[in-house]
């Protein structure tokens, strides 16, 4: 069966600018989460929906917000775009609360 | 707040030997564990979990190790590959089994380097 898929692969913008994200779980995967990767960081929990509601949310900044569509399709934005948020985006999805999570090939934004 | 860290950043090892790559949490309320292998512009892969109840999980040429009196995490590949060369992530959740916890915390990853 199809993995997640991420879209787009890469992406370009500017300061001040903001982009949307998108993720498409496994099917009949309910739940989403994302995550940031910086070589500084690491990988960082952005937040988690299930069926169409958040869950948790890590430790970001309001201008990073998601949604999830009732098809489970998972959307993350980011608003007023810094230097900072460079970075892959990683889509997590699984079938329910308690199961594993298969990750997406990620989303390379890239902020200049 | 709490996180899982690795104890090696690198670890280079002969192919055909066995590597062994560690990890320590300090969330003792900690009850899921993965082990991510991530190849270069590739997301993290599944490798293997384990929960709490546990401390003993075998896949295919991987074992997962847990020690939750030292609050330790390991994770072994038998007989390495090239292919095995990646950077290895390990990642614990708490309040797993009753759901409703934050997402996965990760440590900062080993880079298993395999010597010809």
């Known amino acids: 069966k199809a993995g997640v898929t991420q879209t787009p692969r890469y992406l370009i913008k500017t300061r001040g600018q903001q982009v949307t994200l998108s993720c498409s779980p496994i099917s009949g995967h309910r739940s989403v989460s994302w995550y940031q990767q910086t070589p500084g960081q690491g990988l960082q929990f952005l937040f988690e929906?299930?069926?169409?509601?958040?869950?948790n949310k890590g430790n970001f900044p309001g201008r990073f917000s998601g949604r999830q569509f009732s098809n489970s399709r998972s959307e993350m934005n980011v608003s007023t775009l810094e230097l900072g948020d460079s970075a892959l985006y990683l889509c997590?999805?699984?079938?329910?609360?308690?199961?594993?999570?298969?990750f997406g090939s990620g989303t390379r934004l890239t902020v200049v | 707040g709490e996180s899982v860290g690795l104890h090696l950043p690198t670890l280079s090892v002969q192919e055909g030997d066995n590597s062994i790559i560690n990890c320590a949490y300090s969330n003792s309320a900690s009850d899921y564990f993965i082990w991510y292998k991530q190849e270069s512009g590739k997301g993290p892969q599944f490798i293997i979990d384990i929960r709490s109840n546990m401390d003993k999980r075998q896949g295919q040429r991987v074992t997962v190790l847990l020690n939750k009196t030292v609050k330790h995490l390991s994770l072994q590949i038998a007989a390495t590959q090239p292919g095995d060369s990646a950077v290895y992530f390990c990642a614990e959740k708490y309040g797993y089994s009753g759901g409703g916890a934050d997402g996965l915390t990760f440590g900062k990853g080993t880079h298993l380097i395999i010597q010809p």
């Open positions: 997590a999805s699984s079938l329910d609360r308690d199961s594993g999570y298969t």
């Open positions: 929906y299930f069926s169409e509601t958040q869950r």
